[in-house]
């Protein structure tokens, strides 16, 4: 008599404890989306090109990016018309429709995902090697992209480096005849770095 | 100045010596070609070294509320962005009113002050210049100002981000009160 009482109250505290857990899985998976990502929304990105003729770079300072730490996947999104150029015209043959038409296509995307993310602790200050697989559409133009990259992990908060060439013409910009076609690379390296906070 | 100058080395040397019309024609020729590659030269030049538009020299091409400009690129992104954005860089140039939400600094050390109204989905990120910078790091979080700047970009939803896109202002000055 008495161990049925004690079941019988076992028994409804175990269903309330389930009854609970059930209730705060979606509260607590609704909390992990909305939190779970480290955001940047001011990530660097560099393009360099090299030629006999000259070097030329445009740097942009204003791009947003997500790491999600749980699935390794990334993704980046780069406002076209904050590269800034240290010559004016250069800067406006970058965004005009013979070159990059920005203005219909305002940003560049990255979509991928960090293949070792399982190797990193990212809970623990250090410094960890990244492969990167992914797709970078630029001028609604998309092809695969394999980088390397650093991952540094500081108090919470992680700071990213990679550094990987793109083929111009692979995204619809080629060069046939006058000074672009010598003096732009076919090959330029894109350089990305940012710090990164769960928001 | 300079084809003025030439047209007078011409008329003078016509003075003091005489020459047949064949060879004043031929000078006349290779006076206008020497012209013409001067112009055309100069031209050049200054299209390699044009200077980058003065933002905040350049006038105003509208002035607007935060919210009411992520609404007209939340709402229609596609018209927006032609409306906004430049055909070769060179968007228009915005005073915008909002409450600043954060100032911080970009990897160029540049101020970027946030603008964000009440519970608006996307915010506008103002980035300043070298010479505006000081001005910027000055301000405090919760005042209502106006901020001068070119847009760079709009705002809008990635679904790949999970997450809203700000509106990015850059060459960014304060607006002095009226």
Redesign the interface.
């Known amino acids: 008599m008495n161990t049925n009482i004690t079941n019988l109250i076992h028994n409804i505290s175990m269903k309330t404890t389930k009854l609970l857990f059930l209730a705060a899985l979606p509260i607590a998976l609704a909390f992990t989306t909305l939190t779970g990502k480290y955001v940047s929304r001011a990530v660097h990105t560099e393009f360099f090109s090299s030629t006999p003729a000259e070097d030329i770079r445009a740097n942009n300072y204003a791009g947003t990016g997500t790491i999600d730490p749980a699935t390794g996947s990334v993704a980046f999104s780069i406002p076209m018309q904050s590269f800034e150029f240290e010559k004016a015209l250069m800067q406006k043959h970058f965004n005009s429709a013979d070159f990059l038409d920005t203005q219909a296509f305002p940003k560049a995307k990255f979509k991928g995902t960090i293949s070792n993310i399982k190797t990193m602790d990212l809970n623990t200050n250090g410094s960890y090697p990244a492969q990167v697989e992914g797709e970078m559409t630029i001028k609604d133009k998309t092809n695969p992209v394999s980088a390397k990259g650093t991952i540094t992990v500081k108090d919470g908060k992680l700071s990213i480096e990679s550094k990987f060439p793109i083929t111009l013409a692979e995204y619809g910009v080629a060069f046939q005849k006058g000074k672009p076609s010598t003096n732009v690379a076919k090959t330029v390296e894109v350089t990305v770095n940012g710090d990164f906070a769960v928001e | 100045m300079t084809t003025a100058t030439l047209w007078n080395t011409v008329n003078m040397t016509d003075r003091t010596t005489s020459h047949s019309n064949r060879h004043r024609i031929i000078r006349l020729v290779l006076l206008a070609v020497l012209a013409i590659a001067f112009i055309g030269g100069g031209y050049a030049y200054y299209?390699?070294?044009?200077?980058?538009?003065d933002v905040q020299r350049t006038a105003t091409d509208a002035r607007i509320d935060a919210a009411t400009l992520v609404k007209e690129f939340l709402d229609d992104a596609a018209a927006s962005?032609?409306k906004y954005?430049?055909?070769?860089?060179?968007?228009k140039v915005l005073e915008v009113t909002g409450t600043i939400e954060q100032v911080?600094k970009?990897?160029?050390e540049?101020a970027?002050v946030v603008l964000r109204n009440g519970d608006m989905q996307a915010a506008i990120?103002c980035?300043f210049s070298e010479s505006t910078n000081a001005e910027a790091l000055e301000l405090l979080v919760g005042t209502n100002v106006a901020i001068k700047g070119v847009i760079?970009?709009?705002a809008s939803f990635?679904p790949?981000?999970?997450?809203y896109?700000?509106i990015?202002l850059?060459q960014c000055a304060m607006v002095e009160p009226q």
């Open positions: 299209l390699f070294n044009m200077p980058h538009r962005n032609s954005l430049g055909a070769e860089g060179e968007g911080d970009d990897l160029n540049r970027v990120r980035t760079r970009a709009g990635d790949d981000l999970e997450l896109e700000d990015v850059e």
